[in-house]
């Protein structure tokens, strides 16, 4: 079983369209994190929520919005997609300290 | 199935200390091996890997991929409390129509004082 899944694993759109990526961990942990990696590898953490609750919100355009229906499922939602938001996209999972799993990755292409 | 794996998961050294750390990994299209330093917040980005024996280095930090074994370490030498952190190994695969990051579980390093 994964243990953290995410959907869709690619994503190409126009500028200017909403998109939402879809995180789950089945793992019980407390902790989700967004981080994006950028073209030169670095990862920037944008969010991370510990039991529903948003912990950190890092300097992240207000278009990115977190959404945390329960503990298992942390969503990133974006609106009015520029060029800049081009990159991939991990969600991961932590017990407490430090992080645990890391999702797949979604690969998120502006046009 | 992509694998990457770490070892040790957690050590504990001293001040001064010289430390190695291991990741090795089963991708299919290998493209680079990424280290990174978890502190308390993001990863760090350390080294990007991409050629076989070729020693990246950065301070007391120095990395080296081995492709035809599948490995890379990490070594700090003259560790300070400072290192104390969680190493990760992430591997880079691409293919024409895939892009894959895989992350190792982490090293845990505690550096006592």
């Known amino acids: 079983d994964t243990a953290v899944s995410q959907t869709p694993k690619y994503l190409v759109t126009q500028m200017g369209n909403d998109k939402s990526i879809k995180c789950e961990q089945n793992?019980?942990?407390?902790?989700m994190y967004w981080y994006k990696q950028d073209s030169k590898k670095f990862l920037k953490i944008m969010f991370s929520?510990?039991?529903?609750?948003?912990?950190i919100n890092e300097t992240v355009p207000n278009r990115f919005s977190p959404k945390s229906p329960d503990k298992a499922h942390l969503n990133l939602h974006i609106n009015s997609l520029e060029l800049g938001d081009s990159a991939v996209y991990f969600c991961?999972?932590?017990?407490?300290?430090?992080?645990?799993?890391f999702g797949p990755g979604t690969r998120l292409t502006v046009l | 199935e992509d694998k990457v794996v770490q070892s040790p998961l957690s050590l504990v050294v001293h001040e001064g200390d010289t430390v190695t750390l291991n990741c090795s990994y089963e991708?299919?299209?290998?493209?680079?091996l990424l280290w990174y330093k978890q502190e308390k917040k993001a990863p760090t980005f350390l080294f990007m890997l991409t050629s076989s024996g070729i020693e990246k280095k950065s301070g007391r930090l120095s990395s080296i991929l081995d492709k035809k074994e599948l490995f890379s370490i990490l070594n700090i030498t003259a560790t300070q409390t400072g290192d104390s952190a969680i190493y990760l190994c992430a591997v880079e695969a691409l293919n024409v129509n895939d892009y894959k990051l895989s992350f190792g579980a982490g090293t845990t390093v505690t550096v006592r004082a």
């Open positions: 793992l019980g942990h407390d902790t």
């Open positions: 991961a999972s932590s017990p407490g300290q430090g992080i645990g799993f």
């Open positions: 991708v299919t299209n290998f493209r680079s």
């Open positions: 929520y510990n039991n529903k609750e948003l912990i």
